[in-house]
């Protein structure tokens, strides 16, 4: 599980979590715990999407995958307790002002998580291979695939304190929304694009796979101006929030202007 977890990612998630929950003004150890949380599910993810029965990849973060450093039962066994471990912290202390807000939080996770969120979407991917997908279906996938965490990540940090009213939460969700699909379409851009050393990960699998990306559906400058189209978005849905929402913006720019 230190494996996994440790020692490597880009921790874009966490880092939502945390800029969400500040601007929530949240304590830091709640953002701290919903945080990790998500790091963890997504850790799990990664683990289980790497073994031979999904993309079977041998490379994440730089080093062997953990199927490939381990065996296959010690990395469904990884995932299963990264999972189990995230629920456990959301769980444990107080992490919103009342107990009903913390219980939405948990449920919040775990739609994220489950078929209507990431393991979902991961469904549709695999079932997908080398067919043809519209771009409303590629976003469907994409939305649940890694833009519900991305999703969760933003809100279960606002969560965490009580500063936004139900409107400004709304404007949060649209920011997390627009940088959770924002994401996938640089993702795919990526995959198209870089090498493998700077990615850590095997580079050009998804078109080796006959997987449907924004690339393969839209083409690359297209979907580069998609990328930039939900930038702007991102940037107009925090708006209102003026120089508190400066992290949000930063990490809008970051998840569209990076390079690996
Ligand atoms: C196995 C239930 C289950 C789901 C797997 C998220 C996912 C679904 C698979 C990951 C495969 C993948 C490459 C998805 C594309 C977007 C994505 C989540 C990339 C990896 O996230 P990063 O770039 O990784 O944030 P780091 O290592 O930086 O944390």
Do not use: N
């Given at each position: 599980?230190?494996?996994?977890?440790?020692?490597?990612?880009?921790?874009?998630?966490?880092?939502?979590?945390f800029a969400a929950g500040e601007l929530a003004r949240a304590p830091t150890e709640r953002i701290d715990a919903a945080a990790c949380a998500v790091e963890l599910i997504h850790a799990y993810s990664l683990v289980h999407d790497d073994l031979p029965c999904m993309d079977n990849d041998v490379l994440r973060r730089g080093k062997p995958t953990v199927h490939v450093e381990f065996d296959e039962a010690t990395a469904i066994l990884v995932g299963d307790s990264l999972q189990a471990l995230a629920f456990e912290m959301l769980a444990?202390?107080?992490?919103?002002?009342?107990?009903?807000?913390q219980l939405e939080m948990l449920r919040a996770a775990a739609v994220a998580s489950g078929t209507r969120?990431?393991?979902?979407?991961?469904?549709i991917d695999l079932a997908s291979i080398g067919q043809v997908l519209t771009l409303p279906e590629l976003e469907f996938m994409h939305i649940l695939k890694t833009g519900a965490l991305i999703r969760a990540a933003v809100t279960l940090g606002a969560r965490c304190g009580?500063?936004?009213s139900a409107e400004e939460f709304g404007h949060l969700d649209r920011y997390a929304k627009c940088v959770g699909l924002a994401f996938q379409v640089i993702d795919d851009v990526l995959d198209a694009e870089a090498p493998t050393a700077t990615l850590g990960k095997t580079a050009g699998k998804?078109?080796?796979r006959g997987k449907p990306?924004?690339?393969?559906?839209?083409?690359?400058g297209r979907a580069r101006?998609?990328?930039?189209?939900?930038r702007r978005d991102a940037?107009?849905?925090v708006e209102g929030f003026g120089a508190r929402a400066e992290r949000l913006r930063d990490l809008a720019d970051f998840i569209v202007l990076r390079e690996f």
């Open positions: 599980m230190r494996y996994a977890v440790l020692g490597g990612g880009k921790r874009v998630r966490p880092l939502l979590a444990t202390g107080r992490l919103a002002d009342d107990a009903s807000t969120g990431m393991a979902g979407g991961q469904a009580s500063a936004l998804d078109a080796a990306t924004y690339v393969s559906v839209i083409g690359l101006e998609l990328a930039r189209a939900l940037h107009a849905a």
